[in-house]
């Protein structure tokens, strides 16, 4: 993860605000191919130039002097520089010369011959011996040949790779599939350390990677040459070829084969919304891998063009890149924008698209060629408008329907389904609760433009005294608004004979369990139990960012609730567990610590300096394998593992 600093401004009320400068925390992604060397003995048989003569002794054989002719081999092991890395047996054939000098003097010198093997890949490796003359010595004592070099006695030849080729093998790294196989000729060798893995675009392979990156490493956090973010054309990935390092005192027949796993990209996404008046007319939505061809698209859903008509003014597009998240989203829109996708150039003549959006769309940014890799964690969305005759913009901008929160006494009371226009302000009626009343029958609310609908009143409710002075024994319910459109349960057929009535589900048994819980970032929906089932509750929600005591706990149709009043239920999913706890707690030596908010997202514009101490005042239990974080702000946590209490 690299610091960033972004350069914002603003225009305000038509004049410049002064520039603000934000430290950003992006969190770019690297891919670093990975290439292994195999180690498993090859398969099949492989040759080498050696020529065993009839007979064959070895170096620990028993052997008279007469066995010493031209029709005996002296077989000796030989290794690469590294001992460990056995090579070919060596058959050294004596001429009559060295045959007769080792019978009178009782030893003689010979010249080690190179050793050129060819695997059963059809690769080559050529080695040469270290020493170019080695010596036998015959004992007659003990009738055993004894090898010597430099006048020290060994028990191998030892060789050195000289030249040699590599057998590469491409598979996917998520399935372990084989896709293609490459001999790289002569690329090993003495002095060598390392060889470039050629990449399969270059192999005109290209076509089987399917949905895979190249044989490429590629920083995405290093972007050059961004001219257009919005046209992946003009966005360079920065591959760089993979350089595989080796040791050349290590090779033989048997690890000169490497195999390069190649990473899974994530696909493009193309998204064609169609509107009108404002609402989602239609939504058609594709999703390729790169190296792939688009089929064409069919199932467009468009507006009737007697009653509707297109207003490409208002078309857009929205662009992001889960590998660029230094880019953020592009937006381009507005007339010029529509022509230069949909509207084909005909003799220089404009001919506007009344159809097959979706398609031309694809073909302007594909070409009807395979999908490039730049393509690659690509989402975009394009959205055209259509207007019904006589509607307005401004009208429907100006209503507003949305559910009203009041805080009261009794908790957080909901009212459903307000309508007002933006910018008024208008009267709520406030929810009755039985057995209590209300200081209250009507709140004002302020119909925001940014379509909510707020009040910034409380509501009190007593408890209705009886006759005789006490307050009501039955316990506080809500009365909700019946929906605008119940639908009835169908009705099954009768039974000719039925049993007796049941006894009403049972409720399941909760468990005790004392703790905490937090919202997040939205209102937290109530339930309550009946007959083993949560039922919603339509009228009470829990507050943004607010914390709850809950004191049992309970598992229904597989999830898991907390009791935070008297049967009033959250779900374990919408909400966080915490432990009441304060402290400081230091990062550790990293540029930047990153954050997550209570929904465990990663926070992309803060980040925390490195040996900085900060006040924590619980200890969250976040996402669903709930991992420990340390909260240091509202909606801000820093993970466990990340810094040191002190």
Known sequence: MKKKTILLSAIILGGFAAPIVQ???????????????????????????????????????????????????????????????????????????????????????????????????????????????????????????????????????????????????????????????????DTLGSGEQDFTVEDLVSLQKDYLLKGHFDAVSIDFDNIANVVNPSNPAEISFKEEPIVKEYDPDKINKDNAEFTVKL????????????????????????????????????????????????????????????????????????????????????????????????????????????????????????????????????????????????????????VLNVTGKKGETILVDVPQIEGYESDKKTVTAKVNEDGTITTNEKVKYSLIKDDEGAGSTKPPITNPEPSPNPTPDPSPAPNPNPAPNPNPAPNPNPDKMNGFVGTMKQYVKLYQLEKGKMKPITNKELGKHSDWKFDQTIKVNGKIYYRVATNEWVDAKTVYRYQVESGIVETKDKEFTSLVSSDAKLISNRGLGAHSSWKYD??????????????????????????IRK
Do not use: C
Request: glycine share 4%.
């Open 263 to 414: 990473e899974k990209a994530e696909p493009t996404i193309f998204n064609l919304n169609v509107y009108l008046d404002g609402k989602i007319f239609s939504k058609q939505s594709l999703t390729a891998d790169i190296y792939t061809k688009l089929s064409k698209q069919t199932g467009e859903k468009l507006p009737d063009p007697s009653t509707a008509k297109l207003n490409n003014n208002k078309t857009h597009t929205d662009v992001n890149y889960s590998y660029f998240p230094q880019l953020g989203v592009t937006t381009m829109s507005g007339k010029a924008f529509h022509q230069t996708i949909f509207d084909v150039g005909n003799n220089w003549i404009d001919e506007p698209t009344t159809e097959d959006f979706f398609n031309q769309a694809l073909h302007y940014y594909i070409r009807d060629m395979d999908i490039h890799h730049l393509f690659a964690g690509r989402k975009q969305t394009i959205s055209i408008y259509y207007e019904s005759d006589g509607y307005s913009e401004e009208e429907a901008n100006s209503t507003v329907t949305s559910n009203v929160h009041i805080n009261s006494n009794l908790g957080l009371q909901t």
């Open 618 to 643: 619980r200890i969250a239990y976040l996402g669903d394998n709930e991992e420990k974080y340390y909260r240091v702000a509202t909606d801000e946590f820093i993970a466990l593992n990340d810094v």
């Open 23 to 185: 430290q950003s925390v992006v969190n770019a992604q690297t891919i670093q191919t990975e290439v292994v060397q195999n180690t498993n003995k090859q398969e099949g048989e492989s040759t080498n130039n050696q020529e065993p003569r009839t007979n064959k002794i070895k170096l620990s054989d028993k052997i008279s002097s007469d066995q010493l002719n031209a029709d005996t081999s002296i077989v000796i092991p030989s290794t690469n520089k590294d001992v460990n890395t056995k090579l070919d047996d060596i058959y050294v054939n004596l001429n009559d010369k060295e045959i007769a000098e080792l019978k009178a003097n009782k030893e003689t010198n010979f010249q080690v011959d190179d050793l050129e093997i060819t695997t059963s890949w059809g690769g080559s490796l050529s080695y040469e011996s270290v020493s170019s003359d080695m010596q036998l010595q015959y004992d007659d004592s003990t009738q055993t040949l004894s090898l010597l070099d430099d006048s020290k006695k060994v028990n191998h030849i030892t060789y050195e790779l000289m030249h040699g080729d590599a057998n590469v093998h491409y598979i996917f790294k998520d399935t372990g599939e084989e896709i293609y196989q490459k001999i790289h000729d």
